[in-house]
């Protein structure tokens, strides 16, 4: 018996190790439309694009002087609601510096997404970028859809909530 033991535990250990999956890096605190959460640098949100479990992340990069931001709002906000079954996670993360727009911010959310956690950037150190995204331009909008190490960019807006389907399809099939 005593080789048995030998022999199982060591074989256990070497099986858990090889399930053990990545863990996550916390969540950073994401805020509502009606009270976004500001943070002035990236590296207090980079955990968001660096989750490994099975919730599939869909974060959007915009501003309230981006009219194909703005349109694509309810779309988003569509899909949080839709979706409600499924492991997904919509987050905006609104990248104006402007006291005059950071202040309109929660009104409009109010309106035009009220389901999804919103984060206010004001880093305008935009080298942080190229961790999210290889050839970030700054464009917006641009949406990262991910799971795990699956990951897609959508440097574009979504003109359709067929569009935002056919996004995230890929991901939640898998």
């Not at 880093?123 to 990951?151: C, F, H």
Request: proline fraction near 6%; charged fraction near 25%.
């Amino acid at each position: 018996t005593m080789i048995k033991f030998t022999i199982l535990i060591p074989l256990a250990l070497l099986i858990l190790m090889g399930c053990k999956t990545e863990p996550s890096a916390p969540l950073p605190l994401l805020g509502t439309a009606k009270d976004p959460v500001t943070y002035d640098k990236f590296e207090d949100v980079a955990s968001l694009f660096h989750q490994q479990s099975d919730t599939t992340y869909v974060i959007n990069f915009w501003a309230t002087w981006c009219k194909p931001c703005r349109e694509e709002l309810p779309l988003l906000n569509q899909l949080a609601l839709e979706e409600k079954s499924e492991k997904l996670k919509v987050v905006l993360i609104s990248l104006d510096t402007e006291d005059s727009a950071i202040k309109r911010i929660p009104a409009f959310l109010t309106k035009a997404a009220p389901n999804l956690a919103s984060i206010i950037l004001t880093d305008e150190d935009q080298a942080w970028g190229k961790t999210v995204d290889r050839v970030w331009s700054a464009s917006l909008p641009t949406t990262i859809i991910y799971r795990k190490d699956l990951r897609y960019v959508y440097r574009r807006g979504f003109n359709t909530y067929l569009e935002v389907q056919a996004a995230l399809k890929p991901l939640l099939e898998q």
